[in-house]
């Protein structure tokens, strides 16, 4: 290959002379992003998504606080059709079954006692699943029982108490401002990052944790309605403290997965109960200090 | 640890893994590249390809001229793909993907080089880029480019012809 002369522009004969020159292309010129600017940006524009779906996610999570309690029960109706199938939590017992029939009267006794009785009452379903101590409260008035909490508990008082406390979700409409934080969740998520762009589990990871400790606040709501509950129905709430004693030695051992995860620690939430029964009056078997 | 954590924590995993190999990797791969490609392009200065036609060529007779072709595909790594991502939300230069183009370019006009052997040189080359893929990981974003030069190899004949 012979240098070319003969390069140039042949049609303007005062050019004829311009030759052509080898050069190397320029590597700057179309790349903007070293290796550094690659990471500060990929750290710069996800604080930036971060923040953004957290303002969103607050925003309308105070929004979903503010209407949650105007909600009429028909919602509950419609989500039920929506996100209930006990099924899907493990094998359900036959509803005929007496065991069924035993823990569904005890559901009904307290919701009886309740001070705003819901008019469809609730519906007991016992998951058949003797590894999980845990209660599930669903839109539709649904209470799920996991025979794992009823073999756990210490005495029939401690299973009235779980019951109660899930009654408890139901008075305050936890049920449904968890599914609402949740779903905000997801769509703040979408709305910022697009419906299945692979950043959004990144963000969503961190901001459960939020969720987790919005639930805290709502379990111990519960239990306080849980007890007062059962001092209306029973005039004493002692299997309150026992449940929770259980659950703390439990959890100790490991062998809790699912209830306390969103639950704040059985140990202090059973000294918390104390304070709760032994305020509410009637018989203090120990003397223990109240929680404030 | 609780089993619905664990699995998070793996679902986590599964993200964060390919964006970490993304970063480490694929920046080693495009360092890499960029090296062969500033060697390959030192050495096959001397032939010029350029995008006149044949007014470019004046006093020789051309012996022989053929069409010649150079592509390349090149794959983005799942960093820049997050990267690009985000752009799409913000807006702005998306630099994961200019230095993407900026190789698979080069890389298809040293190809056509080689398609084009001894020619004396290249005339009227162009370069076209298209994008190959629709999805990563479900996100919709370029999966990789292909980029083709061509253009026409010519042998100028000794003689001059007027």
Do not use: C
């Amino acid at each position: 290959m012979a240098p070319l002369s003969g390069l140039g522009l042949a049609r303007n004969a005062d050019l004829d002379a311009m030759k052509w020159t080898p050069r190397l292309p320029d590597d700057a010129v179309n790349t903007s992003l070293t290796r550094l600017t690659i990471l500060r940006e990929m750290v710069w524009l996800s604080s930036l998504a971060a923040g953004l779906i957290i303002i969103i996610y607050v925003g309308l999570g105070l929004l979903v606080d503010a209407v949650v309690d105007y909600l009429p029960d028909t919602v509950d109706g419609a989500l039920e059709r929506v996100v209930v199938d006990a099924a899907d939590f493990g094998p359900v017992a036959e509803p005929t079954l007496p065991r069924v029939r035993r823990w569904q009267r005890e559901l009904d006794d307290l919701a009886a006692a309740m001070p705003a009785p819901a008019p469809d009452g609730f519906t007991l379903h016992l998951i058949e699943d003797a590894d999980t101590v845990n209660a599930v409260a669903l839109p539709g008035g649904h209470v799920l029982l996991f025979t794992g909490l009823i073999d756990a508990a210490p005495g029939v008082d401690a299973v009235r108490f779980v019951l109660a406390h899930e009654l408890g979700h139901f008075a305050n409409r936890d049920h449904l401002r968890g599914l609402g934080r949740r779903l905000l969740l997801a769509l703040a998520a979408s709305l910022v990052l697009g419906s299945d762009n692979p950043v959004s589990p990144l963000v969503l990871a961190p901001a459960e944790l939020l969720t987790l400790r919005h639930s805290r606040d709502q379990e111990t709501a519960a239990d306080a309605y849980a007890v007062r509950l059962l001092y209306r129905a029973y005039g004493s709430a002692e299997g309150a403290e026992a449940m929770m004693r259980t659950l703390a030695e439990l959890d100790h051992r490991g062998t809790v997965d699912g209830f306390l995860s969103t639950h704040p620690l059985s140990a202090a939430r059973a000294e918390h109960l104390r304070g709760l029964i032994d305020r509410l009056g009637a018989e203090p078997d120990t003397s223990e200090p109240a929680a404030p | 640890m609780p089993l619905e954590t664990l699995f998070q924590f793996i679902n986590l995993a599964f993200i964060i893994v390919p964006i970490i190999i993304g970063l480490v990797v694929g920046s080693l791969v495009e360092r890499r590249h960029y090296r062969s490609i500033r060697r390959r392009e030192t050495d096959t200065m001397a032939q010029p390809a350029v995008p006149l036609g044949l007014s470019a060529l004046s006093g020789v007779t051309i012996e022989r001229a053929h069409l010649v072709t150079g592509s390349t595909v090149v794959a983005m790594d799942a960093f820049k793909a997050v990267l690009a991502g985000l752009r799409f939300l913000f807006g702005g230069r998306v630099g994961g993907y200019e230095s993407l183009i900026d190789r698979a370019r080069r890389e298809a006009t040293l190809r056509m080089k080689v398609a084009a052997g001894d020619a004396d040189a290249i005339l009227n080359v162009r370069l076209e880029t298209f994008a190959i893929g629709g999805r990563f990981g479900g996100s919709g974003a370029l999966t990789s480019v292909e980029a083709v030069a061509y253009g026409t190899a010519v042998w100028v004949g000794s003689g001059p012809k007027r």
